[in-house]
């Protein structure tokens, strides 16, 4: 009998690969449509180029056959920063010799939650030694965590101390 937990790592030695599997948690009220200057700025990006310059066409043939009044943003369809910036996290991963395209690959957005909109990253790095797998992780995310004000969007972060300061600050002189 086993009186421990224990894992059966076989699985993942035969494969090659060790598993990620974790989510950025994206504010929600940071979620909306772009301008037409912020696609503009955001096609620069070179993983994005091709990808903006397709859906933007697309989009332009579904509105126009539609009939769609473009001056109110709901109408029709429109390109979101979050759409871009799960694609942007979908084709920096894709590319990285350090994931494995060929095992399951997947960049989705998950159920919201009062932290905010769960974006997942679901892949295989091509490596089982947990070393290694923990520095593709961190160097993974390090990036994504510095390319999010890039889409206008802003990570959730539970208040710290700092906000709480502030918003007593705020209450104090307004009384």
Known sequence: ?????????????????????????????????????????????????????????EINQYNVSNKVDPTILANGRRMTNIGLFRQYIKTYTYNSP???????????????????L???????????????YEVIM???FDHIIAVVPYFHLEIFESPSSDDMRV???ALKRNN
């Not at 449509?33 to 066409?57: A, G, S, W, Y």
């Not at 350090?98 to 905010?116: A, C, S, Y």
């Not at 990253?121 to 070393?131: A, G, Q």
């Open 167 to 169: 918003i007593a600050e």
């Open 138 to 140: 961190a160097d993974i």
């Open 98 to 116: 350090k994931i494995r395209t060929d095992l399951m690959f997947e960049v989705r957005q998950l159920q919201p939650t009062e932290h905010g």
């Open 1 to 57: 009998m086993v009186s421990d937990s224990f894992r059966n790592y076989r699985g993942m030695q035969n494969a090659g690969g060790r598993r990620i599997k974790r989510s950025i948690n994206i504010k929600m009220n940071s979620i909306r449509f772009l301008t037409e200057e912020e696609i503009e700025e955001l096609k620069k990006i070179r993983m994005l180029h091709d990808f903006i310059v397709d859906r933007t066409n």
């Open 118 to 132: 769960p974006i997942e990253l679901f892949m295989f790095t091509n490596t089982t030694v947990w070393n290694e």
